[in-house]
């Protein structure tokens, strides 16, 4: 069935460092893909979507592009703050189904 | 979007009793649903709850232990039955719109149980 795969955690950065976090997915269509933030003790919020191949999501500096030829959609953001420490979860929506499908999350630790 | 309200935020329950977490929107959603999220691991779909009929279950949830009711479309609530320590996660509730794959899924908090 439909997949996503995200690179392991933790990933520990500096303040101001440049952030990459792969995922990449197994579908038999191409369904929308999507990013979500659980900061500590919180629930899941949205963090960014793309629907179709090429799109670029992003939001608070975050970005993500659909790339159909490598089934990929990494989460990239320029200068990280400690505000960004949190876990990340890359997901779609399985084909015929309505509920997401989660990656296995990535914690991001940003040291001042 | 849509504002979701999960109670209690958390809890500590006694092996072998019962404890029902409630949901609310403070819209009409046409899909909610119900995540179990395990220490440090991800998110893993229990149900969807159905609206006036019974819920959707996945592998390896059965309804004995997570009774779900779904009784209108702003309102769900799961049941962790005879629960034990391997219970103890953060139950997520979502809520899903009828657009599919171009409108995201919201959660709620969720409800952080610990059961010794």
């Known amino acids: 069935g439909d997949s996503v795969t995200q690179m392991e955690g933790p990933v520990t950065l500096s303040e101001e460092a440049f952030l990459t976090i792969n995922c990449t997915y197994t579908?038999?269509?191409?369904?929308?893909l999507f990013w979500y933030v659980q900061y500590p003790g919180e629930g899941l919020q949205l963090l960014l979507k793309?629907?179709?191949?090429?799109d670029k999501g992003s939001n608070k500096g975050f970005e993500a592009t659909y790339r159909k030829e490598t089934t990929s959609f990494h989460l990239e953001k320029g200068s990280v703050q400690v505000s960004d420490s949190a876990v990340y979860f890359c997901?779609?929506?399985?084909?015929?189904?309505?509920?997401?499908?989660f990656g296995s999350g990535t914690r991001l630790q940003v040291q001042p | 979007s849509a504002v979701i309200s999960q109670k209690p935020s958390r809890d500590i329950c006694q092996r072998g009793t019962s404890l029902t977490i409630q949901c609310q929107v403070d819209?009409?959603?046409?899909?909610m649903f119900w995540y179990r999220q395990q220490p440090g691991q991800s998110l893993t779909l229990i149900a969807t709850?159905?609206?006036?009929?019974?819920?959707?279950?996945e592998s390896g949830f059965v309804i004995d232990k997570f009774p779900i009711s779904r009784p209108n479309l702003t309102f769900s609530t799961l049941t962790v039955s005879n629960m034990s320590p391997e219970d103890s996660s953060i139950y997520l509730c979502?809520?899903?719109?009828?657009?599919?794959?171009?409108?995201?899924?919201?959660f709620g908090d969720g409800t952080r149980l610990s059961i010794l």
């Open positions: 979502s809520v899903g719109f009828s657009g599919g794959g171009n409108q995201p899924q919201h």
């Open positions: 579908a038999t269509g191409y369904p929308s």
């Open positions: 793309a629907t179709k191949a090429d």
């Open positions: 997901a779609l929506f399985p084909t015929g189904r309505r509920a997401l499908t």
């Open positions: 819209s009409q959603v046409t899909m």
């Open positions: 709850a159905n609206q006036g009929s019974e819920a959707t279950y």
